[in-house]
C-alpha cells in the first residue's frame, strides 16, 4: 500500500513529513487515505454520431484525463453518400440536387457554385437579373444558416431562450425561400445560366417587412448571448486558432476571417453580382470562439444590407439565359469556388463533352475546420471542447459529402 | 488571380523541380513528377503560397492525376499543382508542409484506391474495409435493376 502512494500530491497536509499509512489495525483491509489515494485511469469516450453538441453525426473519439481532453480524433463517413460519384451520373442541370444535400442549411450556395463551372465552361451569360436574384437568395440562405448556428451555439454553452428566437426568424426565411424556389431546404433553385423561375409577386415586400424586423432583432440576438457573461467566460480565449494555424490548416470563409484574415471571395474574387453591392468584411483580431461568434453576427447584419439593396435595386430582364434543355459542355476542367456560409465551396469540374461531368470534386470548408479541431482540443475541458466545435460552425453533410 | 507561369516557372526552378507550366481554362497549372511532387509542394510554401486549399485526385482512365490547389494570401493568388500517379501507386503524405492535407489525403487515397506514405494516421476516412475505391471509373454505382433485384 504504501509503495503506491509515492507519487501521490497530497494536498492540505496538517505538518510536513511522510505519509505513510502504515499496517491497518486488524478487521481494517485498507488504510483511509482519503481520495488522494486512488490512482485515476485515462478513459477513452465516443462523442457522437448521436451527441446533441457534434452537430450532426460527427463521430468523436476523446482520450480524458478526468475532464481534460489529452487526445481527439474524428471519425467520419456517418453521412457519406459519394456525392462526387453520383455527379458523374447526372446531368449538369442536376448536379444542384446533389449539392443541397451536401451542405444542406446553405444550398442556394452550393448551386450556386455549380452552376457557376458549368457557365464557365459553355461561356454563357447570366442576366444581370439573374445574377440579382442568385445575391439575395444565397444571402437570405447565409442569415438562416446563421441562425441555426447561433441557436445551436447557445445550446451548446447551455443557453436554451436563443435557439428558440433563432428559429423564429429562421421561420420567416425559409417562407421566403419556400414562395421563391418551393422548398425549404432542398431548393434546386439556382440552375446553370440563371435560377429557375423568377420572384413570386409580393415577394419584395415580405422580404422587406422580414429585413425590417431582423435589423431589430439581430441586436436583441447579440445581446442575449454576447451580453451574457457567463457566455463570455465560455467563449473568450477558448479554441484560439491563430492567423498561422488557420492558414495551415486551410481554414476558409468566417473561421478564417475570425483570425483577422482579410479575405472574403465575394470580395477578393467577386462572382454573380457581389461586385455591384455595397458591404462590409468584419474581421476578428485572436480567432478564438468570441471573435467567430462576432464576425458571424457581423455577417448577418451585412447580409441584411445586402438583401437590402437587392430588393431596392432588383434589375429587370431575364430569370434565365437560353440555354440548350440538355446541357453539354466541351471537354474542359474548370474550378470555381464561392463563399458560402461556413467558408470556400468549390467545385472542380472535369468534363468530357458529355451530358454529365467526367469528374466533380466538392470542397467543403467544414473538413478543413475538422483537422484543426483536432488540433485545437487536446489540453481543453471537454466542454470547452464542445463550444469548439460550435463555434467553428461544421456541417457533416459537406465533410462527408 | 492568376500567377505569372513564369513566375512558377522560376520559382519551381530555384528548388530544382522540372515543371511545365501553363495558364488554362482551369488556372495556371504546373505539372511535376511524382517524385517532385513533394520538392515542389515544399518549394510553393516557401515562396508565400501559405495555405493548401484543397486537394483532389481523378481516375483519368489511364492512371490517377493528382491536383494541390494552393492559396497565396500575402500575394493574392491561386495556384495548381498537377501531378499523375500509377493505379495503387503510394503517395508520399504533404503534410508536414501543408497540415490542411492530412484528411484530403486520406480521402484520395481511399476513394482512389492509392496508398500513403509518411501520414501519421493513414487509416480509411470515410467507408468501411472492404469498399472498393468508389471514385475509380472501373468501380459502378449500383443501378436502379440491380437495388430491385435484389
Known sequence: MSDARDDIITVGLLSEGTHDPGTPPAGIRRAPTGVDGLATEHLIVNMGPQHPSTHGVLRMLVELDGEEILNAEVTLGYLHRGIEKLAEHRRFDALGTLMDRGDYVSGIMGETAVALAVERLMEIEVPRRARWIRVMMAEINRIATHLLWYGTMGLDTGAMGPFLYAMRDRESLLDILEAVSGARMMFNYVRPGGVVADLPAGIDTKIREFCDAFDTYVEEHDAILSGNEIFQARLKGIGVIDAEKALAFGLTGPNLRASGVDFDLRKKRPYDAYDEMEFDVPLGSTGDAMDRFSVRMEEMRQSSRIIRQCIEGMPEGEHTAKVPKVLKPPAGEVYTSVESARGEVGIHLVTDGGTSPYRMHYHGPSLYALQALEDLMPGHLIADGVVMIGSTDIMLGEVDR | ?150
Open chain 2, 1 to 150: 488571380m492568376l500567377p505569372d507561369a513564369n513566375e512558377i516557372r522560376t520559382l519551381l526552378a530555384g528548388s530544382g523541380v522540372a515543371a511545365e507550366v501553363d495558364t488554362v481554362a482551369l488556372g495556371t497549372v504546373a505539372r511535376v513528377s511524382a517524385s517532385d511532387a513533394i520538392d515542389a509542394l515544399a518549394a510553393f510554401n516557401a515562396e508565400g503560397y501559405e495555405s493548401l486549399v484543397d486537394f483532389d485526385g481523378m481516375d483519368t482512365g489511364e492512371a490517377i492525376e493528382l491536383t494541390w490547389r494552393l492559396r497565396s494570401y500575402s500575394m493574392d493568388c491561386e495556384a495548381y499543382l498537377k501531378t499523375t500517379v500509377a493505379y495503387d501507386a503510394e503517395i508520399h503524405s504533404a503534410w508536414n508542409i501543408y497540415a490542411s492535407a492530412l484528411m484530403p489525403e486520406r480521402e484520395t487515397a481511399e476513394l482512389l484506391g492509392l496508398r500513403l506514405a509518411g501520414h501519421p494516421n493513414p487509416k480509411r476516412l470515410f467507408t468501411t474495409d472492404g469498399i472498393p475505391p468508389l471514385l475509380r471509373k472501373d468501380v459502378p454505382i449500383r443501378s436502379v435493376e440491380e437495388v430491385k433485384n435484389r
